[in-house]
C-alpha cells in the first residue's frame, strides 16, 4: 500500500530552527510536495523537490533522499505566522497526489 | 482574482438529503478534484478530472458523484447525505506538469445531522 508518515505535532521556539521530517512508501515517484495549512484556510504550496537534494527558498528549505524515501522541511527564523499544519505529499505513477496526515506546527514565543 | 472558488463556505444538511458543492476555477487548468479532509486522516481524494469531459474515482469514492461537463466547473454531489460525510470539502485545480502542484479552493465545511 502507499503511505506517508510525519510527526503529528511539533512545538518550537520563536526565532529557532525547526526541521519537519515525512517518510513515504508510494507506488512510483513523481516528486514531492510540502503545503502549508493555517486553521480553517486552504493548503497552499511551498516547495516541491523531484531531484535529490536540497532547495532553498527563503526561510523554508526542502530536502529529498528518493533512495531513503525520506524529506525534510526546515523552517528558520521562525516566526509566530509559521503556527501551522504542514502537509508532505508525494506524486505517485498516476501522477495522484498522496497525502501525509499533516504535522501541527506550535510557535511559542 | 484568479483562483478557485468554492460554495457553500458551510452548510448543515439533514440525513437523506441531496447536496451539491460547487467549485469553479478561472485559471484554465486540466484536471481538478475533490478532496475531503479528516481529523486526523489528512486530505483523501473523491474523485479527479483530468481534462473536461472524463472522471475518474478517487480513494473514498462511495456516495459521491461528479461532472465535468467544461474546462472551468467541477460540481460534487451527495445524493443521500449521511453523518458520516460530515468533513470539510476541498476542491483543488493543477496545470499540466507535475511541478506545480495544486491550487486550492476556500474549501466547505459541511455537517450532516
Known amino acids: 500500500g502507499q503511505n506517508i508518515d510525519q510527526p503529528t505535532e511539533m512545538t518550537a521556539t520563536e526565532g529557532a530552527i525547526v526541521q519537519i521530517n515525512c517518510t513515504y512508501q508510494t507506488s512510483g515517484f513523481n516528486g514531492l510536495f510540502w503545503y502549508q495549512q493555517h486553521a480553517g484556510e486552504a493548503p497552499t504550496f511551498l516547495s516541491y523537490n523531484v531531484l535529490d537534494g536540497l532547495e532553498e527558498k527563503g526561510r523554508f528549505s526542502s530536502f529529498l533522499s528518493r533512495s531513503k524515501g525520506y524529506s525534510y522541511l526546515l523552517l528558520k527564523e521562525l516566526q509566530m505566522k509559521d503556527s501551522a499544519s504542514y502537509l508532505c505529499?508525494?506524486?505517485?505513477?498516476?501522477?495522484?497526489?498522496?497525502w501525509g496526515a499533516g504535522t501541527k506546527l506550535i510557535i511559542k514565543p | 482574482i484568479a483562483g478557485i472558488t468554492q460554495a457553500p463556505t458551510s452548510q448543515i444538511l439533514a440525513a437523506g438529503r441531496r447536496m451539491t458543492l460547487r467549485c469553479t476555477q478561472d485559471?484554465?487548468?486540466?484536471?481538478m478534484y475533490w478532496y475531503r479532509q479528516d481529523l486526523g486522516l489528512g486530505l483523501r481524494l473523491i474523485h479527479y478530472s483530468n481534462t473536461a469531459g472524463t472522471t475518474g474515482k478517487g480513494e473514498v469514492p462511495d456516495g459521491y458523484s461528479v461532472s465535468r461537463a467544461n474546462t472551468d466547473d467541477f460540481p460534487l454531489t451527495l445524493a443521500s447525505a449521511v453523518p458520516s460525510q460530515t468533513s470539510v470539502y476541498f476542491c483543488?485545480?493543477?496545470?499540466?506538469?507535475?511541478?506545480?502542484?495544486?491550487?486550492f479552493g476556500s474549501g466547505t465545511r459541511l455537517t450532516v445531522v
Open positions: 505529499a508525494v506524486m505517485d505513477s498516476n501522477y495522484q497526489l498522496i
Open positions: 483543488a485545480s493543477s496545470e499540466t506538469g507535475e511541478q506545480y502542484g495544486y491550487t
Open positions: 485559471m484554465r487548468h486540466n484536471a
